[in-house]
């Protein structure tokens, strides 16, 4: 067990950009979360995955946001046009089975927007 | 949508003294999970509670489960400075896709 791995670990970018971030679940896995986190508050749902499928996403999360988890391994969220208002933590996390299972936290990447 | 209070929002202690944080829904819960997050860090799962009325402890630690699967409660008892962080409950409510909804969580902080 390796652990949930993301990459960044920390990306500064200049509003406007894009950025994409990636996320290694551990490796037996099926379920796949994207959270981001600020300062002073926990961690936010934004969307997961049951090994390819994109379940659900969070009705806060802009269409500037997407997510893909093409062969149900390996997951990448991408934020196109960024603004200062999204700079956070972004933290994924693995789990097991149908759902109702504790979370694996990867260390995340963080974000900041200038 | 899911709400989630969490009680109270900071606590300073001394090293030795009791803590607890309260974690609480607005509809009934199908489980409830707690997490740690040391500062720097990524939350870190610690327990999961299932049943009404449910008591677990981890050595120093007592989360418990309320009767109307309503709330919950962590209880550390003598803290010590590798208690320092936050913790948060995440909770999955009943008839839903369990995605675990975190609240804002408590800051412990271990005065030695």
């Known amino acids: 067990d390796t652990g949930v791995s993301q990459d960044p670990r920390h990306k500064i970018t200049k509003r406007g950009q894009n950025v994409t971030f990636r996320c290694d679940p551990i490796s037996e896995h099926n379920r796949l979360y994207w959270y981001r986190q600020t300062l002073g508050q926990g961690p936010e749902f934004l969307t997961y995955f049951q090994n390819e499928a994109q379940l659900e996403k969070s009705r806060l999360l802009s269409d500037r946001f997407s997510a893909e988890r093409p062969k149900g391994s390996f997951s990448t969220l991408e934020i196109q046009r960024t603004e200062q208002g999204d700079s956070a933590m972004y933290l994924c996390?693995?789990?097991f089975g149908q759902g109702g299972s504790p979370l694996h936290f990867g260390n995340g990447t963080r974000l900041t927007v200038t | 949508g899911q709400q989630v209070m969490q009680i109270p929002q900071y606590q300073h202690v001394q090293e030795g003294e009791d803590f607890t944080t309260y974690c609480n829904s607005s509809?009934?819960?199908?489980?409830i999970q707690w997490y740690k997050q040391r500062p720097g860090g990524h939350p870190v799962f610690l327990i999961q509670?299932?049943?009404?009325?449910e008591v677990k402890k981890q050595k120093r630690l007592t989360f418990q489960f309320g009767e109307a699967k309503k709330n919950s409660s962590l209880h550390i008892t003598a803290t010590q400075t590798t208690d320092v962080g936050t913790y948060f409950c995440?909770?999955?409510?009943?008839?839903?896709?369990?995605?675990?909804?975190f609240g804002r969580g408590t800051s412990l902080i271990v005065h030695p």
């Open positions: 509670l299932v049943k009404s009325g």
């Open positions: 509809t009934t819960l199908s489980n």
């Open positions: 995440a909770v999955l409510a009943s008839g839903g896709s369990y995605i675990p909804t």
């Open positions: 996390a693995s789990s």
